[in-house]
C-alpha cells in the first residue's frame, strides 16, 4: 500500500521556470491538500481539494495554481517559479467529511535560482 | 487568526529520561488538536487527536493531554527511535474541510 506519492522528490528551477509537482494516493480519499514546510515558518496550507471537483485557497495561494485531476490525483503547478517559493512541498490526503488525521506524502524539496 | 506555539524548539534527552514538549494555542473554538510526528527527509506522520480539555490519549511511551490552552505531549523513558520533530496543530470550528495551523515544531533528540 503506498498511501500518498509525490514526485519528483527534488527539483531545481531558474526564476521564471514553470513546473508541475503531482500528487497521488491510493486510498480512496476525499480530501486532498498542498502545504509548503520553511524553516521558522511551520507547515502552511496553499491549496486543498475537499472533494474531486473542487479546490479552495489556503493560506499562502498566490503564486500556485492546483487541478484535482480526479479522486486519486492533485496536482500543484508554478507558472513562473520565484525564489521565495523555494521550500519542501507537502502533498497530503484525508477522508474528508471533518476526518483530520492526515496522510502525508514524502516531500518534494525545490530550488528556484 | 489561530496560532499555534510549540516549546522549545530543540530538546536533548539521555535514553530513559522522561519529560514534556508544550504546545500552546489561540483558537477563536478548538475543533482539535493534532500531535504528529517527523522523522528527517519525511512527512509527518499522525499521532493523536484531542478534542476538549481534560482529553489524554497515550501510544507506546507517548501521552497527550490537553487544557483550554495548551497541549503537552509526555514522553516517558524515551528511547533513541523516538527522536524526531513533534509538530503540533489546531482547527478551528469555523474553517472549511480539514484546514489545520501548525506550530514549527521541537525537535526531539534522545542519546543513548
Known amino acids: 500500500n503506498a498511501g500518498v506519492t509525490q514526485t519528483p522528490k527534488f527539483q531545481v528551477l531558474k526564476t521564471g521556470q514553470s513546473m508541475t509537482l503531482q500528487c497521488a494516493q491510493d486510498?480512496?480519499?476525499?480530501?486532498m491538500y498542498w502545504y509548503r514546510q520553511d524553516p521558522g515558518m511551520g507547515l502552511r496550507l496553499i491549496y486543498y481539494?475537499?472533494?474531486?471537483?473542487?479546490?479552495d485557497k489556503g493560506e499562502v495561494p498566490n503564486g500556485y495554481n492546483v487541478s484535482r485531476l480526479n479522486k486519486r490525483e492533485f496536482s500543484l503547478r508554478l507558472e513562473s517559479a520565484a525564489p521565495s517559493q523555494t521550500s519542501v512541498y507537502f502533498c497530503a490526503s484525508s477522508e474528508g467529511a471533518g476526518s483530520e488525521k492526515l496522510f502525508f506524502g514524502s516531500g518534494t524539496q525545490l530550488s528556484v535560482l | 487568526e489561530d496560532q499555534v506555539t510549540q516549546s522549545p524548539e530543540a530538546l536533548r534527552l539521555q535514553e530513559g529520561e522522561s519529560s514534556s514538549l508544550n504546545c500552546s494555542y489561540t483558537v477563536s473554538g478548538l475543533r482539535g488538536l493534532f500531535w504528529y510526528r517527523q522523522d528527517p527527509g519525511k512527512g509527518p506522520e499522525f499521532l493523536f487527536t484531542?478534542?476538549?480539555a481534560g482529553e489524554e490519549k497515550e501510544k507506546e511511551r507517548l501521552k497527550a493531554t490537553l487544557t483550554k490552552k495548551e497541549s503537552f505531549l509526555h514522553i516517558t523513558a524515551p528511547k533513541p527511535e523516538d527522536s524526531a520533530t513533534y509538530l503540533c496543530?489546531?482547527?478551528?470550528?469555523?474553517?472549511?474541510?480539514?484546514?489545520?495551523?501548525f506550530g514549527e515544531g521541537t525537535q526531539l533528540t534522545v542519546n543513548p
Open positions: 486510498m480512496n480519499h476525499n480530501s
Open positions: 481539494s475537499a472533494s474531486e471537483g473542487t479546490t
Open positions: 496543530a489546531v482547527q478551528a470550528w469555523e474553517t472549511s474541510g480539514s484546514r489545520l495551523t
Open positions: 484531542l478534542y476538549s
